[in-house]
T-cell receptor, first 110, second 118 residues
């Protein structure tokens, strides 16, 4: 299974962009990069996923390095509701189950 | 659309007692998952069902944990007897996955059941 490395914690100010990095240098060529987040006292929720190209949705953008060894989740304007643990997870090809690490705890200051 | 429902939300028991958790997945979702999340860690998959068949239970401590998904809809997870180290949040999730192995399959999680074993 591919190993991922994420910062333990990050801080941001409200309404500013946030870039959450993830290293996944051993990712399989067929695995997608999925991001989930977990708000306090809730179950994880899906954020975004991608394979090679950058992806955008209403929640965030995902920038994937050309060699696929790293990716960055971008929250364009952080809100207090974005305070959560963010998990980067290779999944869907060679890896057929979600394997959660410890993720990045994002704190958003007003 | 209703989300994944779980009950109870909280449970406190003494060690060696038994406990059961219930999950109702999103309507039409073929695949159901149970995860265990210990404080400070990410969720860990315990068991995965597709319809009412087990796909993966490699991480399930089968000497004390059991799970079933009758009729391919609701599921129950049971612990008997409970140990102190079973204190955790138990999360249920579901996904459409019809066994096609789609790598984009999104999992939808319930709010979890927080178990405290004294």
């Amino acid at each position: 299974d591919a190993k991922t490395t994420q910062p333990n914690s990050m801080e941001s100010n409200e309404e500013e962009p946030v870039h959450l990095p993830c290293n996944h240098s051993t990712i399989s060529g067929t695995d997608y990069i999925h991001w989930y987040r977990q708000l306090p006292s809730q179950g994880p929720e899906y954020v975004i996923h991608g394979l090679t190209s950058n992806v955008n949705n209403r929640m965030a953008s995902l920038a994937i390095a050309e060699d696929r060894k790293s990716s960055t989740l971008i929250l364009h304007r952080a809100t207090l509701r974005d305070a959560a643990v963010y998990y980067c997870i290779p999944y869907g090809g060679a890896t057929n189950k979600l394997i959660f690490g410890t993720g990045t705890l994002l704190a958003v200051q007003p | 659309e209703a989300g994944v429902a779980q009950s109870p939300r909280y449970k406190i028991i003494e060690k060696r007692q038994s406990v059961a958790f219930w999950c109702n997945p999103i309507s039409g979702h073929a695949t159901l998952y149970w995860y265990q999340q210990i404080l400070g860690q990410g969720p860990k998959l315990l068991i995965q069902f597709q319809n009412n068949g087990v796909v993966d239970d490699s991480q399930l401590p089968k000497d004390r944990f059991s799970a079933e998904r009758l009729k391919g809809v609701d599921s129950t997870l049971k612990i008997q007897p409970a140990k102190l180290e079973d204190s955790a949040v138990y999360l249920c999730a579901s996904s459409l996955d019809m066994g096609t192995g789609l790598s984009t399959d999104t999992q939808y999680f319930g709010p979890g059941t927080r178990l405290t074993v004294l």
